[in-house]
T-cell receptor
């Protein structure tokens, strides 16, 4: 089965700083890749997804992610974070049977 | 526009008790799944179903049962609750994906379960 590794457990940034969250997956077949966000006390919501085509995908709220097949990576980026981006971020990979998630990265943005 | 509905939102059980977490979706999604979320461990897949009458185990199925008699409903049963099952449980559904089992997952609001 596929697996996902997120390198950062907790990231603390000041507003306007740039963000990059790492995600690596392990799976040899065709994958679909996702980033989900969970705001405090809420359920998971889709941030962006990659199925095929342009490896640079843009999502909501100014987030983007780049799929690098040779590195099995799908890192999330945002040029300038806001206090409202404080949340937990999950990378997920979709294999032939199910979707698996990484452990999550908690992002705290200080005003 | 209900989406995925989970009940109850909160539940406290004693060790050994049984209970069922309900999940219903109104999007006619074939795929449904249950995850548990624990601090530092992300979401771990308990069971999933690719259609009515079909279920399969995920990463952490022990202690849980599921059934899928209709497209809309996917209940999760705890047969004999244990403190290790204290967690937040999320139900999710999806239409079929391209190149993978699912497309985007739509999540319910979650059910917080405490086992004493």
């Amino acid at each position: 089965a596929q697996s996902v590794s997120q390198h950062n457990h907790h990231v603390i940034l000041s507003e306007a700083a740039s963000l990059e969250l790492g995600c690596n997956y392990s799976y040899g077949g065709t994958v679909n890749l996702f980033w989900y966000v969970q705001y405090p006390g809420q359920h998971l919501q889709l941030l962006l997804k990659y199925f095929s085509g342009d490896p640079l995908v843009k999502g909501i709220k100014g987030f983007e992610a780049e799929f690098i097949k040779s590195k099995f990576s799908f890192n999330l980026r945002k040029p300038s974070v806001q206090w409202s981006d404080t949340a937990e971020y999950f990378c997920a990979v979709n294999g032939p049977n199910d979707m698996r998630f990484g452990a999550g990265t908690r992002l705290t943005v200080k005003p | 526009n209900a989406g995925v509905t989970q009940t109850p939102k909160f539940q406290v059980l004693k060790t050994g008790q049984s209970m069922t977490l309900q999940c219903a979706q109104d999007m006619n999604h074939e795929y449904m799944s249950w995850y548990r979320q624990d601090p530092g461990m992300g979401l771990r897949l308990i069971h999933y179903s690719v259609g009515a009458g079909i279920t399969d185990q995920g990463e952490v199925p022990n202690g849980y049962n599921v059934s899928r008699s209709t497209t809309e409903d996917f209940p999760l049963r705890l047969l004999s609750a244990a403190p290790s099952q204290t967690s937040v449980y999320f139900c999710a559904s999806s239409s079929p994906g391209t190149g993978g089992a699912t497309g985007e997952l739509f999540f319910g609001e979650g059910s917080r379960l405490t086992v004493l």
